[in-house]
């Protein structure tokens, strides 16, 4: 019963939450950074993945959502999540795994309730059709999801040059990952992935500005300019 009331007090959302200058600004000062999004070409193009992973000494690694599953445990150093189903759905198991970097509209009771720690918050402004800016660390759009968004914030951490795998975009239509989740929003799968193509055409130019090469993609994607596979 008291778990019952607890759930209905505790809010599932922070409507207006208070976006600060993360700690991870420069952390990762000079290094090479792969983003592991949750395509299915994770699953097609592993060993590509794996060779890239074990052949680049200090590979800073960020994953979203379940995105690490099929790597090797040790990586990813970091897991993103901007969706609360989904961290409630993978968040004990990314735990284990990475720090968590966790989006500013999720709740810290559920963090709590996971049993960790080890999270920081990902600060971005909760609004997908915004233009992608970032001030103070401040990411100052949803860049259509969790990928880009980790692409900015590898940048952010000091990343030279950025490289992404599993970010496939939806090139059928419909909502495909790299392990089995039921897709709510197969309907929006086109807007997202124009809100992610609008997001990443207005990002290269700011990256540049950075000094930094990339984002470039190891697997098949819509979202690429060059065939790196």
């Known amino acids: 019963m008291i778990e019952r009331i607890r759930r209905l007090l505790w809010p599932k959302k922070i409507r207006h939450p208070k976006l600060e200058r993360p700690s991870y600004v420069n952390r990762h000062r000079g290094r090479l950074a792969m983003i592991l999004c949750s395509g299915p070409s994770l699953v097609s193009h592993r060993d590509a993945i794996l060779r890239f992973i074990s052949s680049h000494s200090g590979l800073?690694?960020?994953?979203?959502?379940?995105?690490?599953?099929?790597?090797?445990?040790?990586?990813p150093h970091y897991v993103g999540f901007t969706n609360r189903r989904r961290l409630c759905q993978y968040g004990r198991e990314a735990a284990g795994r990475g720090w968590l970097l966790i989006g500013t509209s999720i709740p810290p009771w559920i963090l709590r309730r996971l049993g960790t720690?080890?999270?920081?918050?990902?600060?971005?402004?909760?609004?997908?059709?915004?233009?992608?800016?970032?001030?103070?660390?401040?990411?100052?759009?949803?860049?259509?999801?969790?990928?880009?968004?980790?692409?900015?914030?590898?940048?952010?951490?000091?990343?030279?040059?950025?490289?992404?795998?599993?970010?496939?975009?939806?090139?059928?239509?419909?909502?495909?990952?790299?392990?089995?989740?039921?897709?709510?929003?197969?309907?929006?799968?086109?807007?997202?992935?124009?809100?992610?193509?609008?997001?990443?055409?207005?990002?290269?130019?700011?990256?540049?500005?950075?000094?930094?090469?990339?984002?470039?993609?190891?697997?098949?994607s819509v979202y690429q300019e060059e065939q790196h596979v």
Request: aromatic content about 8%.
């Open 60 to 75: 800073l690694v960020l994953a979203g959502n379940r995105a690490f599953a099929s790597i090797p445990v040790g990586i």
């Open 117 to 220: 720690d080890e999270w920081e918050r990902l600060p971005y402004v909760a609004d997908d059709e915004a233009p992608f800016a970032v001030e103070e660390g401040i990411i100052q759009s949803g860049c259509g999801g969790v990928g880009p968004l980790l692409i900015a914030t590898a940048a952010i951490m000091g990343a030279r040059e950025i490289w992404v795998a599993g970010m496939d975009g939806y090139p059928k239509g419909i909502p495909e990952h790299a392990y089995a989740e039921q897709d709510r929003n197969e309907a929006g799968v086109m807007r997202h992935q124009e809100q992610t193509m609008r997001a990443l055409v207005t990002m290269r130019p700011w990256l540049k500005a950075m000094g930094v090469s990339g984002p470039h993609f190891l697997t098949p």
